[in-house]
């Protein structure tokens, strides 16, 4: 994996934790790095300062010209901003006598049994009925009057409202008057314009509306972080990685496709590192600062179509990620006689009580305590100067508070361990959400382990789930921006048909997903993408006629053959099919990748000597405290094995090999963790 033009390359992880960057020297050698997303006394943007501090720059310092390739990254503002609920103003422009429909949504109710009912909350500042309609066959029944709408337009910008979704009912099949009203917002001078048949062409106003709306929420505040990095690289090449698993250029990255950006590079780090480790089924578990991501690869990616993030309905191509909030900032608590971890995390400021910021007790401060993660190995990078490291004594006085206040005479420890088994049952409950309960035989999988936290849970939780092997990469710590650096370029392009599964229906899907697969081409050849490096992929959405459950299949020849790749489908997660019903070709999908790299690692001359302890270290384990024996992750080798309990460090995660389980290095340097064998383990 190397480019021999001399320069180099950076691909970045913004979490709400921390940023992880992975740089590619000149030299073709890989380097990561961590730093705090949140630290405003040191910096004021981390991805920057950190390429800085790889090119030996002060803070300040303009970033050179001709030095840097390429900056991918996957940053966390649009999440963060639809999760505090920051975005940007936004009016929707919607059908006359539809203004109360986003409200009503498809009365779904969250938790079925509450008394006390919540509505979602609603992005949207204000909602503007346009007297306009057109019929499903496409007969105009009211043409927009433009001298009208442009008063109402001018009274949303007299409000200070400059972002706008339109969505119009049908619009994805007859756009003509969004596309009016658009042009018209645009030559206003509105700054962010979403309109639904080009952010969502399919159909059912609900979800349209919906993720219409997040794309105007978001966008801009995206566009302008986008801006200030553009600004700062110059003419650098620059890419974000997108909800999907694939890259785009920055001027075409938008709120809808940026919401889960970080996890979706993990999420293409666990499969190429997998892949060469030999292994083709796969669950990712990414456990960072404030939440955990789960994903499970079967010889491709899953990906959902639509989804609801923090309490808000989109559809738009994402990886299946399914998160929790158990992260190493999660936030414990002892209420009611009973011990809570999350779901709110301190983040990075003020982070953990060891963070020296004056922040809450967290699970990060419980491995702390426990000698799970131990201040000599972990990243200095605390206090007024950022130079000072994590704060032991103010962790054991907050455990200590916390068993006074139990007062059954638990000591601190044992107090700590509890959180532990909490955490370890939640994250394992989301691995079982995308495995054992889609009928998945879990235990025929590797658990790839990465992010800051996960090495430390890893064994725990695959004993809860019955897996024999645990997979960390050497970058495991930083996966996520290494995928980013493994990723594609993609563009998908979707369309609503709704066409009966026949002959006729056939040919219809194969021309729209042709029409939709050039799009996708062009998009691709326009970022510098060749051609014949561009991989296809044409898929529809099939269901059963009379329902509102589309399965994703690859299109096939004919309607024979695309028959029974849904029945397939469908047997596989709903455990039925019914072959007396026609079947309706709801929408097409239309992929195109290319442009990414290769895992290529160099493998290693196996080692003839067993591996060095580099010290020892007390950890807490099964009720009292152990001298373990620590190793540097760095100086392991090729067929070198650590049995636990240990403790193996990198300068960017700690792996706790626990008891009953061993680690060894394969030819790429990954280590492979397993459970050893009762008799193994006398011996």
């Known amino acids: 994996m190397t480019d021999d033009d001399g320069t180099w390359r950076f691909w970045i992880d913004r979490g709400g934790t921390f940023t992880d960057i992975v740089a590619r020297d000149p030299s073709g050698a890989l380097h990561a790095l961590k730093l705090l997303s949140e630290n405003p006394d040191q910096y004021d943007d981390a991805a920057i300062a950190g390429i800085r501090r790889f090119l030996g720059l002060s803070g300040d310092a303009p970033l050179p010209r001709g030095v840097i390739a390429e900056v991918k990254m996957g940053p966390t503002v649009a999440t963060n901003a639809l999760l505090e609920r ?10 006359g006598g539809f203004a109360d429909l986003p409200a009503i949504g498809t009365q779904a109710r969250p938790d079925l049994f509450a008394l006390d009912i919540r509505k979602p909350e609603l992005l949207f500042d204000r909602v503007v009925e346009i007297d306009e309609r057109v019929t499903a066959d496409g007969r105009v029944l009211r043409a ?28 994805y099949r007859h756009p003509a008057h969004e596309r009016q009203v658009a042009a018209l917002a645009r030559a206003m001078g509105f700054a962010q314009v979403s309109v639904s048949h080009e952010v969502s062409p399919l159909m059912r106003l609900v979800p349209r509306a919906d993720t219409t709306v997040v794309d105007a929420y978001l966008t801009p505040t995206l566009r302008r ?15 974000f990685m ?26 293409v780090g666990m499969v190429e590192t997998a892949k060469l480790a030999g292994f083709d089924k796969v669950i990712g578990f990414d456990m960072g600062g404030t939440s955990t991501d789960v994903a499970h690869y079967d010889g491709q990616f899953e990906r959902e179509f639509e989804t609801e993030v923090a309490g808000v309905r989109m559809r738009a191509p994402m990886l299946a990620i399914h998160t929790v909030a158990a992260g190493g900032g999660s936030i414990l608590k002892h209420e009611g006689g009973r011990f809570q971890v999350g779901p709110q995390s301190a983040g990075a400021d003020p982070g953990p009580v060891c963070y020296r910021r004056g922040g809450p007790l967290a699970l990060t401060d419980a491995n702390v305590l426990l000698g799970r993660i131990n201040p000599r190995w972990f990243p200095a990078v605390f206090g007024p100067d ?47 959400k995308i495995s054992i309960e889609k009928g998945r035989d879990v235990t025929e999988y590797v658990l790839n382990c990465f992010g800051g936290a996960g090495a430390q849970f890893a064994c725990r939780i695959a004993d809860v789930l019955g897996i024999a092997k645990v997979l960390i990469h050497p970058l495991a710590g930083v996966l996520s921006a290494y995928g980013m650096g493994l990723a594609d370029l993609r563009a998908v392009r979707t369309q609503a048909l709704e066409r009966a599964l026949d002959a006729e229906g056939m ?25 014949d490096a561009l991989r296809m992929r044409r898929r529809a959405l099939v269901r059963y006629a009379g329902t509102d459950t589309a399965l994703e299949v690859a299109l096939a020849e004919d309607a024979a053959a695309l028959r029974a790749a849904f029945e397939a489908a469908h047997h596989r997660r709903f455990g039925f099919i019914q072959p007396e019903k ?8 239309a992929e195109a990748e290319g442009g990414g790299r290769q895992a290529a690692e160099p493998e290693q001359e196996r080692a003839t000597e067993p591996p060095q302890a580099i010290d020892h270290a007390p950890v807490y384990v099964e009720g009292g405290w152990r001298s373990v024996a620590v190793f540097d992750r760095q100086t392991l080798r090729h067929g070198q094995r650590v049995a636990g309990l240990a403790l193996i460090v990198d300068p960017n995660a700690t792996i706790v090999v626990e008891p009953g389980w061993a680690a060894e290095v394969n030819a790429f340097g990954h280590l492979l963790l397993h459970r050893v064998a009762a008799r193994e383990r006398r011996e």
């Open 144 to 171: 927009p009057d433009m001298e009208a709408v442009e008063g109402q337009l001018r009274a949303l910008r007299a409000d200070g409202i400059e972002a706008l979704a339109i969505v119009f009912a049908h619009g």
């Open 582 to 589: 026609g079947l309706v070709i709801e929408a097409l999908v």
């Open 86 to 95: 920051t975005g940007e103003p936004v009016a929707l422009l919607i059908t």
């Open 225 to 239: 972080y986008v801006n200030r990095v553009a600004d700062a690289l110059g003419e650098t090449r620059l890419l």
């Open 507 to 531: 040919k219809a899907a194969r021309a729209l997903a042709d029409e939709l697969a050039a799009q996708a081409v062009e998009e691709l050849a326009a970022q510098g993408v060749r051609r």
């Open 386 to 432: 950022g130079d000072q490291p994590l704060d032991v004594a103010a962790v054991r006085a907050a455990f200590e508070r916390i068993a006074a206040d139990i007062g059954d005479g638990r000591t601190p420890e044992q107090v700590a361990e509890g959180f532990l088994r909490i955490a370890t049952q939640n994250m394992a409950g989301a691995i079982k």
């Open 242 to 267: 997108m909800s999907s698993g694939g890259l785009t250029a920055a001027d075409r990255f938008a709120g809808k496709d940026a919401i889960l950006s970080g996890p979706a590079g993990g999420v």
